[in-house]
């Protein structure tokens, strides 16, 4: 059974950053696409990023040129959050893009003055 870690989230000031990790055991996501999510208060969940196992990556437009997601061969995915607003704030999520592994717990980004 696949668990996911989100880690590296907190309270940031606006344009400030944030590095996520996203940690997994009982499979080796180099296999998959793998994405990030976040889900803010009464909204949906939304993906925001993903990277396929070749490194191509892609962005939701509200993201794109500010978050960069990467990933390296120890299982772990990555989320450098740059220029932050206050419209991020959300509790943010790692998964397979699609065919969802088990929901991790997630991460609380705050952006706030």
């Known amino acids: 059974q696949v668990r996911l870690v989100e880690s590296g989230g907190g309270l940031v000031q606006p344009g400030g950053s944030l590095r996520l990790s996203c940690a997994a055991s009982g499979s080796i996501l180099a296999y998959w696409t793998m994405a990030w999510y976040r889900q803010a208060p009464g909204k949906q969940r939304e993906w925001i990023a993903s990277?396929?196992?070749?490194?191509?990556t892609n962005y939701a437009d509200s993201v794109k040129g500010r978050f960069t997601i990467s990933r390296d061969i120890a299982n772990t995915v990555y989320l450098q959050m740059n220029s932050l607003k206050p419209e991020d704030a959300a509790v943010y999520y790692c998964?397979?893009?699609?065919?969802?592994?088990?929901w991790g717990q997630g991460t609380q980004v705050t952006v706030s003055s």
């Open positions: 990277i396929t196992p070749a490194g191509t």
């Open positions: 998964n397979r893009l699609g065919t969802y592994f088990n």
